[in-house]
């Protein structure tokens, strides 16, 4: 969830917004659907635009604000950095998959 992404409680979100917290709750928990002047306060608030919102909603469950970043940063680097960083996250990701598949391994 976008807020808890951002470290930001319900009400400084309400609070920076001018949103009720009773209105904004029921819209986080999916019980109403915000206005487009409601949604246009809230990505104010959250720094993104009102698409974003909109985009892949299982993304913006999962969303990583810091390393979106990074990711954004790396794009600028030259060709073969990028490359040598990929190679280091393959690296990593395996890694971190033998590891679980041993742990699984151990528990049984």
Do not use: H, W
């Not at 030259?78 to 041993?102: T, V, Y």
């Amino acid at each position: 969830m976008i807020r808890e992404v951002k470290n930001l409680s319900q009400k400084e979100i309400c609070t920076d917004s001018g949103i009720p917290q009773g209105q904004y709750s029921r819209i986080e928990n999916g019980k109403v659907e915000p206005s487009i002047s409601t949604l246009e306060k809230l990505a104010k608030v959250f720094g993104v635009s009102v698409s974003e919102f909109f985009n892949d909603n299982d993304l913006q469950k999962e969303l990583n604000l810091p390393l979106l970043e990074k990711i954004k940063l790396i794009d600028l680097l030259p060709e073969d950095e990028q490359q040598a960083l990929l190679k280091m996250i393959d690296l990593a990701i395996s890694n971190k998959r033998m590891k679980d598949n041993l742990q699984q391994i151990i528990t049984q």
